[in-house]
């Protein structure tokens, strides 16, 4: 249950299914045992409380932590209006002598976000923002509680002012907005409280968090290099070799029996760093391969077009990553013979490489990432992964994955790569093109989190450190998940 996500109707819609539950009360005790685990009773703990029911929620954790002995302040600069939130309310007033409509400057050890939730949908203005900015510039630890004020909780997009939270305590289900885009540093480090909402009231899901095992990687002992398929990378084009490189060198070390590299640039004889990889000048049409990855340095040359053009005319399972979207964006013909071919395809475009693909701009992309991912899914009736902050990982039927692994580590050339080579080489071992889209990126992600624990930040995390260090979390996985 806890990796499913919803679409905000359904999270609506379950939400009325359990209001006989007592959901408000439900989070408020939640958020409660949160906070009593992690502060002690002596802390002074300042809760905002808005409008609607997230401030309702906010209003009963003041009172539950009132009566557990800590000293709370609220701040509610404009009186509740639903109903349940104003019995809230009520219950607050009862119980406290004051409420403050503005921030002090008296010291706080926490602050619980408690203004706005999953309902808001415009970009917040006075006294809204103007309460965000000062806490935001407080310095002190803040707790959303079920999403930060100001943030979509859906798309991550945050038009404006928006908290900064250090945690997000989120209620029911994750909303995929806490984890991509703005979310996905706005929400800080994210928890889930389910308020034990029966199974029963679920609704159907429409995506779920990336967490994909590596059981499907496990090998036989009585198996050779044909087992495990044959990755073409078609790139490389004169002062771009590096891209392919990077790419055929991350197929190795994901677990390909075999890998070529078919070269735009025809002077490469040998990788001495890894002579492993089989390196010959691109000669169309294509030898048969089990999965072909084009795109890393391919370039847009003529060359590049027909390269592209006669990979798309074949019945090899692609990766296409990088200048082969860009060609694609820009050629409606293999745009749409890429769109009618029924052999399997994943499409790995950053933001700008979506927007050109769908004829909008890169801001339109950030501002709902999920939608432009599922649009161009479905135009071309293949698996797409959007990367950046939360890459998403999109199937045609428009259900998707969203991914939690990975820093900014990854902001740095050839990661993207390095990405594809992994791609394929999972393609190449039989996992399916959602699946193994959905694996690549969880360890690519997992690497630079890796990175990071180890040196204590995210600074140069090259890409072929990133490809050398797959091999060896791939093995340890497979201990941890296949022990014996």
Request: charged letters at 10%; aromatic letters at 4%.
């Amino acid at each position: 249950m806890s990796a499913a996500l919803f679409s905000l109707q359904s999270q609506r819609q379950l939400e009325q299914s359990a209001a006989a539950l007592g959901l408000m009360r439900r989070a408020a005790c939640a958020a409660a045992h949160w906070i009593m685990a992690r502060y002690p009773a002596s802390a002074a703990i300042t809760v905002l409380a808005g409008p609607g029911n997230n401030g309702g929620d906010a209003l009963h954790l003041a009172c539950e932590l009132l009566n557990a002995g800590y000293a709370v302040t609220v701040i509610s600069p404009q009186k509740q209006s639903s109903a349940e939130a104003q019995a809230a309310r009520a219950r607050w007033d009862a119980c406290a002598m004051a409420t403050y409509t503005s921030l002090s400057a008296a010291h706080t050890d926490l602050i619980v976000d408690g203004l706005f939730g999953i309902g808001l949908s415009r970009p917040l203005a006075s006294p809204w923002d103007a309460l965000i900015a000062q806490v935001n510039a407080r310095g002190v630890p803040v707790l959303a509680l079920d999403t930060p004020s100001g943030l979509d909780a859906m798309s991550g997009h945050a038009p404006n002012a928006a908290i900064r939270a250090a945690h997000t305590l989120t209620f029911l289900c994750f909303k995929p907005g806490l984890l991509t885009a703005d979310g996905s540093e706005l929400a800080g480090e994210v928890h889930l409280a389910t308020l034990d909402v029966p199974a029963t009231l679920l609704p159907t899901p429409e995506g779920e968090l990336n967490r994909p095992g590596v059981t499907a990687l496990k090998r036989h002992a009585n198996s050779h290099k044909g087992s495990f398929g044959t990755v073409c990378i078609v790139g490389g084009a004169p002062g771009m070799l590096g891209a392919a490189l990077l790419a055929g060198r991350a197929a190795l070390a994901g677990g390909a029996g075999k890998v070529l590299l078919a070269t735009l640039d025809s002077r490469l004889a040998v990788d001495t760093t890894q002579p492993e990889l089989m390196i010959s000048p691109l000669s169309l049409p294509l030898a048969p391969h089990s999965i072909c990855a084009i795109g890393p340095g391919l370039g847009t040359s003529t060359a590049a077009q027909a390269a592209l053009s006669a990979v798309l005319a074949g019945d090899t399972p692609l990766v296409i990553d990088a200048d082969a979207l860009n060609l694609l964006a820009h050629d409606a013909g293999l745009f749409a013979t890429l769109a009618t071919r029924q052999v399997p395809a994943i499409l790995t475009p950053h933001p700008a490489e979506a927007a050109r693909l769908l004829g909008i701009s890169s801001a339109a992309v950030q501002a709902d990432r999920l939608a432009a991912a599922r649009t161009l899914a479905a135009r071309l009736n293949k698996v797409v992964v959007l990367k950046g902050a939360g890459s998403l990982i999109v199937r045609p039927d428009g259900f998707y994955r969203i991914n939690a692994s990975g820093n900014a580590a990854l902001a740095v050339a050839g990661q993207g790569d390095v990405l594809t080579g992994a791609i394929a080489a999972l393609l190449a071992q039989q996992l399916s093109p959602f699946d193994a889209a959905s694996l690549a990126v969880h360890l690519h992600g997992l690497v630079a989190d890796l990175y990071v624990n180890a040196t204590g930040g995210p600074v140069g995390l090259t890409a072929s450190a990133t490809a050398t260090a797959l091999s060896g979390l791939i093995n340890a996985l497979l201990c941890v998940q296949n022990p014996g």
